[in-house]
């Protein structure tokens, strides 16, 4: 028997982060650079104007992304820190207070009142800023905000899902441009949907159905207002 018990279990939630921005960027660049080539595509353009849209998408999408990524991340950070900051102060200032409220959260949590204490007692002694910013707060390392992190993984993962149905506009020129385009990309978002729920731990299908429906209606949505004003102008 070995003398050390070893956790061998796999979970997900470590994948949280950069999985959420990676798939909302992919899904972002396939489903906004269809849509603008196949509205400029709509409205009759050269293709020389539908790839250089197209060119600029994902250039302006990539850059918004990371920058909204990091914005909003980082926003969550600032406020985990004054969290943090907030209890090491009570922790300072009254121990025995602190030492209470999480013995109280594991009576919550059903165990004992003796209990309680005891695993406050050595929880604290061990790392007391952690055990609070866990088990009070909801904070932790696997799931702690990480703005660079997301921003590189949004602004990468944008221009990749940007990148295919580009390289689908620059290939395929002429009459069945938009057929090829809209073809193409929906069988990229599925993939992309059900790659997402596999890495997730979710069913594969109902990934793919759901990446696939709005990305249909917003190119559905974007064509139409293209050919509309193409039609006008």
Do not use: K
Not at 28 to 49: E, K, R, W
Not at 90 to 107: F, M, Q, T, V
Not at 146 to 171: D, H, K, Y
Not at 189 to 212: N, S, T
């Amino acid at each position: 028997m070995p003398s050390r018990w070893r956790h061998t279990e796999r979970h997900r939630t470590d994948r949280i982060g950069w999985l959420r921005a990676a798939v909302l960027g992919a899904n972002d660049g396939i489903v906004s650079t269809a849509s603008l080539v196949l509205g400029v595509a709509a409205a009759s353009a050269d293709h020389s104007s539908i790839l250089l849209t197209g060119v600029a998408g994902l250039v302006a999408g990539a850059m918004s992304m990371a920058a909204g990524e990091y914005v909003s991340v980082h926003s969550q950070a600032d406020t985990e820190g004054a969290d943090l900051a907030r209890e090491q102060a009570e922790l300072d200032a009254d121990p025995a207070a602190e030492h209470r409220e999480l013995s109280a959260i594991y009576a919550g949590r059903g165990l004992d009142a003796e209990l309680s204490r005891q695993v406050a007692t050595q929880l604290m002694a061990h790392d007391a800023l952690g055990a609070h910013a866990r088990d009070e707060l909801g904070i932790s390392d696997t799931l702690s905000a990480r703005p660079v992190q997301a921003a590189l993984a949004s602004a990468a993962s944008f221009a990749a899902g940007a990148a295919l149905p580009l390289a689908v506009t620059a290939l395929v020129p002429g009459p069945g441009l938009i057929g090829w385009v809209a073809a193409t990309s929906l069988l990229f978002l599925a993939l992309l949907g059900a790659l997402a729920a596999r890495a997730g731990g979710a069913r594969m299908g109902l990934g793919a159905w759901r990446v696939c429906f709005w990305g249909a209606l917003a190119m559905a949505i974007t064509a139409g207002v293209g050919a509309l004003f193409g039609a006008v102008v």
